[in-house]
């Protein structure tokens, strides 16, 4: 009677968990997030700087690196959408802890032919971090070796990105380290770091 109480509560935890992943992400108006739509990703802080932008910090040619605004609130618009997406309405949703790519959808900046999809660059040897940039691919299988993931930070949300620790055999670890501000020469850039960006989204009302 013990092992099947054991058994049973333990399922229910597993289910609990699974459901708890799959809950909607809500903009700041309390409506589901959807793919198709643009939103300003934005910090719950006006103090500390703005929304996302393109910047060239590391590479003086082009704006290549996800980076904070220091200007303006909202930032650039993005859109969001899963890595794998499912038909109908509900496939269109944007879920807490599923793969998603996220792609700067406002942007004149120059890009030198780069997709404007989010990815993380190889190290920084000079920096010593990982840096989140734009090239990224579409799809599994496509050579991106991790994937953005939205999930909830007490009231609000954060970004983290999870990639598969290199093993020899399966099933491999999942490492997943915040999206975070990497501070440089009076920019901010977006890194994997300790320190979460925590933001909520809003939705981009065109006139």
């Not at 940039?133 to 799809?139: D, L």
């Not at 983290?160 to 009076?186: F, L, R, T, W």
Request: proline content about 3%; hydrophobic content about 35%; aromatic content about 12%.
């Amino acid at each position: 009677m013990k092992t099947t109480f054991l058994v049973l509560t333990f399922l229910l935890y597993v289910i609990t968990f699974a459901a708890a992943d799959l809950n909607p992400v809500f903009d700041i108006a309390d409506s589901k997030l959807v793919t198709g739509v643009d939103y300003f990703i934005v910090p719950i802080s006006g103090g500390e700087g703005g929304g996302v932008t393109l910047a060239s910090v590391r590479n003086k040619t082009c704006q290549l690196d996800v980076a904070q605004d220091s200007l303006y609130r909202n930032g650039l618009w993005v859109r969001i959408h899963p890595v794998n997406i499912k038909k109908g309405i509900s496939g269109r949703v944007i879920r807490q802890s599923t793969d998603l790519i996220i792609s700067i959808s406002s942007t004149k900046t120059k890009t030198c032919g780069k997709s404007t999809i989010w990815k993380v660059d190889n190290y920084d040897k000079l920096r010593k971090r990982y840096f989140v940039t734009i090239g990224g691919v579409e799809g599994y299988g496509q050579g991106q070796s991790g994937w953005f993931r939205i999930v909830k930070e007490n009231n609000y949300y954060k970004i983290i990105y999870c990639s598969q620790v290199q093993c020899k055999s399966a099933p491999c670890d999942v490492m997943c380290k915040n999206v975070g501000p990497y501070s440089e020469h009076g920019r901010t850039l977006f890194a994997l770091t300790d320190k979460p960006y925590v933001v909520y989204f809003e939705k981009v009302i065109k006139s």
